[in-house]
């Protein structure tokens, strides 16, 4: 079955989403089946290096950007 690891808050470099975005990456390279869901505003570029670590698993990546 599928997990979801669920990450509501501002979403930038300073809260840690990109090592964050980095672990789940590698559970998902060891055979886990997990999907990260982003919840929140996005405040710098941090959303562009998430995409790029998830450029083949993009499947397992959600992101609902709530920018003001």
């Known amino acids: ?3 979801v690891i669920l990450y509501m808050g501002r979403i930038n470099y300073e809260k840690g989403v990109i090592c964050l975005s ?3 990456l590698s559970l998902i390279n060891s055979g886990e089946k997990i999907a990260l869901v982003l919840i929140g505003s996005v405040e710098d570029d941090s959303i562009t290096v998430i995409q790029k ?3 083949k698993n993009n499947s397992h990546l959600v992101i609902l ?3 003001k």
Do not use: G, M, N, R
């Open 1 to 3: 079955s599928l997990k």
């Open 22 to 24: 980095k672990a789940v």
């Open 53 to 55: 670590i998830f450029s």
């Open 65 to 67: 950007d709530h920018t």
